[in-house]
C-alpha cells in the first residue's frame, strides 16, 4: 500500500502514512499533530495505566512477572534505581519550573504525588518491617513538603 493516504479524524489534513510510504521512513510533524484535549486525554489515560500497574506491583510485587527468581532481586533494584532518577528529574524540572512561577496548582500536584509515593512506600517498608525504609521516607516527605507548603502558603495569602 505504498504511498497511502491517512485521514485520522480530529487530526487535522491526510497525510501520507510513513509506514507504507515508500523509501525510508520520514517523520512528518503534520502526523502527530495532537490538540491540547487530544494531549490531555491521551496523556491522562497513559498516567493512569502506570498508576494502575504501580497498585498491581505494590499488591503483588513483580514476581508476578516472567524474570527467574535469580535475576529478580537485581533486577528489581535495578528498576527502583531508574524510577527513583526519572521520579528525581521529574521532581527537579518541575519543582524549579512551580517556583519560578509561583504556580500553586504545580506545588500542589507535586505535593500529592510525594504524598501519594511516600506514605504507600512507608506503609509497605512497615508492613515488611522495614524500619530504616520508614525514617527515610519520613525524613525525605518532609524535605521536599517543606518548602512546596510554604510556597503554597505564600503564593494562596
Known amino acids: 500500500m505504498p504511498g497511502?493516504?491517512?485521514q485520522i479524524s480530529g487530526m487535522g489534513e491526510p497525510v501520507s502514512d510513513f509506514l507504507f510510504a515508500p523509501g525510508p521512513a520520514r517523520y512528518n510533524s503534520k502526523m502527530a499533530t495532537l490538540n491540547p484535549k487530544q494531549s490531555l486525554i491521551w496523556f491522562s489515560?497513559?498516567?493512569?495505566?502506570?498508576?494502575?500497574?504501580?497498585?498491581?506491583?505494590?499488591?503483588?510485587?513483580?514476581?508476578?512477572?516472567?524474570?527467574?527468581?535469580?535475576?529478580?532481586?537485581?533486577?528489581e533494584g535495578a528498576i527502583y534505581g531508574a524510577l527513583m532518577m526519572g521520579w528525581g528529574t521529574t521532581l527537579l524540572c518541575v519543582g524549579r519550573l512551580?517556583?519560578?512561577?509561583?504556580?500553586?496548582?504545580?506545588?500542589?500536584?507535586l505535593l500529592y504525588g510525594l504524598i501519594v509515593w511516600l506514605v504507600v512506600e512507608a506503609a509497605v517498608s512497615a508492613y515488611y518491617k522495614v524500619w530504616f525504609n520508614v525514617g527515610v521516607d519520613i525524613a525525605v516527605l518532609a524535605l521536599f513538603s517543606i518548602p512546596l507548603l510554604k510556597g503554597v502558603n505564600q503564593a494562596e495569602r
Do not use: C, H, Q
Request: a positive charge.
Open 4 to 6: 497511502a493516504i491517512v
Open 45 to 75: 489515560v497513559v498516567s493512569t495505566i502506570l498508576v494502575l500497574f504501580g497498585i498491581v506491583y505494590t499488591l503483588l510485587g513483580l514476581a508476578i512477572l516472567p524474570v527467574d527468581r535469580e535475576t529478580l532481586l537485581p533486577w
Open 98 to 109: 512551580a517556583f519560578r512561577r509561583n504556580d500553586v496548582g504545580l506545588m500542589k500536584a
